[in-house]
């Protein structure tokens, strides 16, 4: 494209006296388009390299007086932007206004980019997904990212750390107003995507004849909303879909408290149950040892106070136990009630050696506990049985030769019991473990899930 | 600093009011260029053209930047395909600094004495890093520049028209450094300039310009 023109808008007066030290105010201009007619505002204020006439898409370029040079002519229809050019609104605190409206392209990713601009404080994009709804607002950030070294493609700024979303070339589809850049429609340029949502840094090159520049612009998702209000706008905006590049996911973002506070809880339940079963009595209600297995016991045991009612713990034992097994059938009756309480116990040890690795199984003392047992008197009665295939009584000697049993077996001789009140029930502490836990555990799954459809639009879908 | 000297303009006898080390200065008045070679003033002509960049700062400005005291006593403008920008030269009580002015981003950078050996111009690629004064800086604009214009004294003549040859270097914590091959892109000493990256904000300037709608 050659860019000699003879076509100037007009001499100024102002180049008989220039402005020098620029100690007057600088003004916004109004100037007709060269090849339309067509009115441009001029609110740029001189850092301005190209002038898109909004109605024709006529490119123009300042010359060094101020004036207008027609560089392209073109006889494109004005299209809609989702903010309209010379709008102002309020962000980070400061005013801003529309001055350039670039539409830009990676192949279907389309999006909108509207140059604020604001003379003591410079410029900042802000870029409308037209997919998807979502926005960003964006600042050139004079420091350098490094490159993270690993497989993980990821740079770190400012001690944060973000991975690559996407790298594409981006090419300019429709353009209006004034831009401190070359613009023109066509123009690519590589655009490298990194992300730590809500933030992201986009690290964009642009080559001239005459050098190359490597911009660091740092994102900041914006809600939609928020921008409606910055700029004043009526009704509501595109409706956003699906988890935008820098959309923020609160999931990930109360992970930290989550789990902070269930640690909090964990901590708490931890106090409370070493308290609730400190302050626990256990106090002994019956105990017997050294029982044979030909008799029933039958005891009339006292259980807790009368109109209250007690957790109870029951304890049957046996011995000796080896591969062998024991079983009482216990039964709780209220000398006074009606509902008798009924349970069998089984207490039992087996081991063995197979495949080079020994084990063993099963409880050679079993307990039972029996949450809310009104108190008053009972009569206990426990019926026990054995296993009797090796009794230590057939083998007075304990050689345990083959005749008297199989090797390594002794069934039990002599069982006992014992009946406590007032003990922890430590099945109903357990409960809110998971409760806790659960929290932060749906909280990861739904972040993750998130992250999954956020990852999903990248260069790297998971 | 050195004693100012009443000296006046060759061509249009208005004071000229040279600074420190500062060899050329353009007219306030008439727009000539007043090169000072020793003791004798030296008139280059009417070549100096700023144009107007839309840039917030303004010649005679007082600030100060890490807790230095500066005047903004001059200003090169420098342009190149992509634009114009600005580098302004300020006059700290104990030295000099520039003030590098580019669509709203701006560093202020000092003088280093003793700069590093660097491959040359065309050497130093885009996005590599370099130990530049004991930190690693990465290559973040290269250009080849022509001189646009002046304003105000300078510590050198600047004759419009002149390309020359600069690569800008950011570090990780907004540290910014210049290196100016000057007009022979094959120099491996460029001159260094090192300083950062800072907000307009925080210059604490005591004036700025004016723009119509706008209030700072």
């Known amino acids: 494209m050659t860019e000699a023109t003879s076509e100037v808008t007009r001499p100024r007066p102002a180049e008989a006296t220039p402005p020098r030290l620029f100690r007057d105010e600088a003004r916004t201009e109004a100037v007709q388009c ?117 497989k993980r493609h990821a740079i770190v700024h400012r001690g944060r750390s973000y991975r690559h979303f996407s790298g594409a070339d981006a090419y300019v589809t429709y353009a209006e107003g004034e831009f401190p850049w070359q613009v023109q429609v066509g123009d690519a340029a590589h655009i490298d995507d990194f992300v730590a949502p809500p933030h992201g840094i986009s690290i964009e090159e642009v080559a001239a004849s005459d050098g190359v520049e490597l911009t660091r ?32 996911n609160r999931w990930r973002e109360q992970a930290r408290s989550l789990w902070l506070s269930c640690l909090v809880f964990l901590v708490v339940w931890y106090f409370a149950v070493q308290h609730v079963s400190g302050s626990a009595s256990e106090r002994e209600v019956f105990q017997a040892t050294d029982l044979r297995f030909d008799s029933v016991l039958s005891q009339e045991v006292t ?63 079993v307990d039972h506990v029996l949450g809310r047992v009104a108190g008053g008197r009972y009569l206990l009665q426990v019926t026990p049985e054995r296993d009797t295939s090796a009794l230590a009584e057939n083998d007075p000697l304990g050689l345990r030769l083959g005749t008297f049993g199989p090797f390594g077996v002794r069934s039990p001789d002599t069982w006992a019991i014992r009946v406590r009140e007032d003990v922890f029930l430590s099945r109903y502490a357990i409960l809110p473990v998971p409760i806790i836990l659960g929290f932060p555990l749906l909280a990861w799954l739904l972040g993750r899930r998130r992250e999954r459809k956020r990852w999903a639009n990248s260069d790297h879908p998971t | 600093m050195e004693r100012e000297r009443q000296v006046s303009c060759p061509q249009c006898g208005a004071p000229a009011p040279f600074r420190g080390t500062a060899v050329s200065l353009v007219c306030e008045h008439c727009g000539s260029t007043v090169v000072r070679t020793g003791v004798d003033l030296r008139l280059l002509g009417k070549i100096s053209a700023v144009v107007d960049d839309g ?79 004991g930190g690693e800086h990465m290559v973040v604009d290269k250009r080849a520049a022509r001189y646009q214009g002046a304003e105000g004294v ?63």
């Open chain 2, 55 to 133: 840039s917030p700062l303004l010649l005679g400005g007082k600030g100060s930047f890490a807790g230095r005291g500066f005047e903004i006593v001059g200003r090169l403008q420098l342009r190149y395909a992509r634009g114009a920008w600005s580098e302004w030269y300020l006059q700290f009580s104990d030295g000099v600094g520039w003030l590098a002015d580019f669509q709203g981003n701006y560093a202020v950078t000092t003088p280093v004495a003793d700069g590093p050996e660097l491959p040359g111009f065309y050497n130093m690629a885009i996005g590599t890093w370099h130990e530049v004064q």
């Open chain 1, 303 to 365: 259980i807790g106070e009368p109109g209250a009612s007690t957790t109870v713990e029951i304890s049957f034992t046996a011995y000796p136990l080896d591969n062998s097994w024991a079983f009482a059938e216990v039964v709780l009756i209220p000398l006074d009630g009606e509902e008798a309480i009924g349970l069998g116990m089984e207490a039992s040890s087996y081991s063995g050696f197979e495949d080079g690795e020994s084990w063993s199984e099963g409880d050679r003392q």
């Open chain 1, 217 to 248: 612009t740092a994102m900041r998702h914006l809600d939609a909303a928020e921008v409606w209000r910055a700029f004043d706008r009526p009704g509501k905006p595109p409706k956003q879909k699906g988890v935008g590049m820098l959309a923020p």
């Open chain 2, 154 to 216: 300078l510590p050198f003549v600047a004759e419009p028209g002149l390309t020359f040859f600069s690569l800008d270097l950011a570090g990780p914590d907004d540290q910014f450094v210049s290196l100016d091959y000057g007009v022979d892109p094959y120099r491996t000493r460029p001159d260094v300039y090192l300083g950062r990256a800072v907000e307009l904000a925080e210059l604490g300037l005591d004036r700025l310009r004016r723009f119509e709608g706008w209030r700072d």
């Open chain 1, 34 to 150: 060269l090849a339309c007619g067509g009115p441009i505002a001029l609110r740029g204020f001189g850092a301005i390299q190209r002038v898109v006439c909004p109605a024709c898409g006529s490119l123009l370029r300042p010359e060094d007086s101020g004036a207008l040079a027609l560089i392209h002519r073109a006889a494109r229809a004005h299209q809609e932007s989702v903010l309209p050019l010379h709008a102002r609104g309020r962000l980070d605190g400061a005013t801003w206004e529309i001055v350039g409206i670039c539409w830009r392209t990676v192949p279907g990713w389309p999006w909108q980019e509207f140059l604020l601009y604001n003379p003591y404080r410079g410029y900042r994009y802000l870029a409308h997904s037209t997919g998807d709804g979502h926005w960003s607002l964006g600042q050139v950030i004079p420091g350098a990212p490094k490159i993270v070294p690993g």
